[in-house]
Nanobody, 124 residues
Framework: QAQLEESGGGLVQAGGSLRLSCAASERTFSSYPMGWFRQAQGKEREFVALINWSGSSTYYAGSVKGRFTISRDNAKNTVYLQMNSLKPEDTAIYYC?????????????????WGQGTQVTVSS
């Protein structure tokens, strides 16, 4: 069964950086838009960033725009989220997701493949 696996989370001080990776188990994911979402404790899951299949188009939530960068390497079946200038409010479990329908959507219900998530904790 096709899978997504996140890595790269951890504990970082405010102002620091982390790079998350999302490795796909099958090459078919290279043709799908991919997204990053996050869920803080006690809150609903929210959209963070998305990228089209080729990497030529990206979109960000207002809260991370200018600080986070999404990218992909289809030769490695991997999507990345570079997170700079991290803030305590960025603390959450971060999930990557794939949309096999091919549409660029910020709603999580548009995505039909999900990873297990990776914890990001930003200390003040």
């Amino acid at each position: 069964q096709a899978q997504l696996e996140e890595s790269g989370g951890g504990l970082v001080q405010a102002g620091g950086s982390l790079r998350l990776s999302c490795a796909a188990s099958e090459r078919t994911f290279s043709s799908y838009p991919m997204g990053w979402f996050r869920q803080a404790q006690g809150k609903e899951r929210e959209f963070v960033a998305l990228i089209n299949w080729s990497g030529s188009s990206t979109y960000y939530a207002g809260s991370v725009k200018g600080r986070f960068t999404i990218s992909r390497d289809n030769a490695k079946n991997t999507v990345y989220l570079q997170m700079n200038s991290l803030k305590p409010e960025d603390t959450a479990i971060y999930y990557c997701a794939a949309n096999s329908r091919g549409t660029m959507r910020t709603s999580d219900n548009a995505y039909n493949y999900w990873g297990q998530g990776t914890q990001v904790t930003v200390s003040s």
